[in-house]
């Protein structure tokens, strides 16, 4: 009888597929194109991989809305990152 052990390894490349595809539906590219992230923070800090998604869109696309994610429930998640700082001068 073989028994099959993962790694955290795997679980992380596991996680790191997971937000490829997010990426690539979203936003028609692979995360690893964007700038350098902490990804194995984020996933040691209990981070989904749309957790992350969010995280890279906040960072790198402010005011932007993706609404194709799909939540644990398999619902549709729309979230709209705000774009205003202390700077802006509406506010």
Same mark, same amino acid.
């Given at each position: 009888?073989? *028994? ?24 028609? @590219? ?12 984020? @996933?040691?800090?209990? @981070? *989904? ?21 799909? *939540? ?5 998640? *729309?979230?709209? @990152? ?10």
């Amino acid at each position: 009888m073989t *028994t099959l052990v993962l790694t955290e390894k795997d679980y992380v490349e596991a996680w790191l597929r997971e937000l490829e595809d997010i990426c690539q539906t979203e936003l028609g @590219f692979s995360y690893q194109d964007l700038e350098e992230q902490p990804y194995k923070d984020w @996933f040691n800090d209990g @981070f *989904t991989a749309e957790d992350a998604f969010y995280k890279l869109a906040e960072h790198c696309y402010l005011g932007v809305e993706f609404e194709n994610i799909q *939540t644990p429930n398999n619902s549709i998640s *729309t979230r709209e @990152f705000d774009t205003f700082s202390d700077s802006d001068p509406g506010l």
